[in-house]
């Protein structure tokens, strides 16, 4: 079993950074992700790392702004957002898998945390 605890949310305008955290419970051996939700849409992959943080992924909309890592002794993970955009805006979720990959049928989830870019 793995407890995932995102923070780091808020408000920001557009152009500016945040910087969220996942605290993860119990191993670091987990591949990790991120996902956000947006009003009214459906849960999208943003970005996912593998338990040794050699590899990462992607999504298209966020490549080259956001920069996922994390710290295997901290098991904690951070999604590093620049450039925002007011697209951007959703509740991004944290998520633990025995697998590396970017489909949305992740093992463990957190309980969100609010993204808000004012344009």
């Known amino acids: 079993q793995v407890q995932l605890v995102e923070s780091g949310g808020g408000l920001v305008q557009a152009g500016g950074s945040l910087r969220l955290s996942c605290a993860a419970s119990?191993?670091?051996?987990?591949?990790m992700g991120w996902f956000r939700q947006a009003p009214g849409k459906e849960r999208e992959f943003v970005a996912a790392?593998?338990?040794?943080?050699?590899?990462?992924r992607y999504a298209a909309s966020v490549k080259g702004r956001f920069t996922i890592s994390r710290d295997n002794a901290k098991n904690t993970v951070f999604l590093q957002m620049n450039s925002l955009k007011s697209e951007d805006t959703a509740v991004y979720y944290c998520?633990?898998?025995?697998?590396?990959?970017?489909?949305?049928?992740?093992?463990?989830w957190g309980q969100g945390t609010q993204v808000t870019v004012s344009s």
């Open positions: 998520a633990a898998d025995r697998e590396f990959h970017t489909r949305g049928d992740y093992d463990y």
């Open positions: 119990g191993r670091s051996t987990y591949n």
């Open positions: 790392i593998s338990w040794t943080g050699g590899s990462t």
